[in-house]
């Protein structure tokens, strides 16, 4: 369920950042609306997700959500609008429609900061999971970490913190390792 947040934000925010830059309509009707939602933070949302979905998995994965879907989104979004004008005149040059534009020229040539956007996203959304569990859970680090808390065990709390902090590499490792294999060709000077 927390994966499923995590996969709705990338899904939502990429297609929204990538379409924004693209089409200065949807950047006029969509832009306000994030610039004014962007500066809450994640843990922010906790306490109406406990009271709209609960204390259980849909309201870790409404959390995920919220935290991941701005990172996605901004980064798709300078990735298209940083593309180099000249891979687009080019392109149109040899004869791209602007279709042929968008998926063979700008969404490749921004990729690496696409996905690195994801890869911010979860380090994100690994945090306010653990922040929500922090606040109301009855399973899960946090959780750990609070009845650890509770009980004034501070090598239960340590032991929680340490869990985060290798899960949390570990995850952040295995991104790393996707994206060096993906974007072998990009130069990373």
Not at 75 to 98: D, W
Request: with cysteine; hydrophobic share 60%; charged share 10%.
């Amino acid at each position: 369920m927390v994966l499923t947040g995590y996969v709705a934000a990338v899904s939502i925010g990429v297609s929204l950042g990538v379409a924004m830059a693209w089409l200065k309509p949807l950047d006029a009707i969509f832009g306000p609306l994030i610039s004014l939602l962007r500066p809450i933070p994640p843990p922010a949302w906790i306490p109406l997700s406990i009271l709209w979905l609960g204390i259980g998995l849909p309201a870790k994965a409404f959390v995920v959500f919220v935290s991941a879907v701005t990172p996605c989104l901004i980064n798709a979004y300078v990735a298209v609008k940083q593309v180099p004008p000249e891979l687009h005149n080019a392109a149109r040059t040899l004869g791209a429609s602007r279709r042929d534009l968008l998926f063979r020229v700008v969404v490749p040539s921004g990729l690496p900061m696409i996905v690195n956007g994801m890869r911010i996203a979860l380090s994100t959304a690994w945090a306010t999971v653990v922040a929500a569990e922090l606040v109301v859970a009855t399973a899960g680090f946090g959780f750990v970490i609070m009845s650890g808390y509770r009980n004034f065990e501070a090598d239960v709390m340590a032991a929680g913190i340490v869990a985060i902090a290798l899960t949390g590499f570990v995850m952040d490792l295995l991104f790393q390792s996707v994206e060096r294999h993906a974007f072998d060709w990009c130069d990373r000077s």
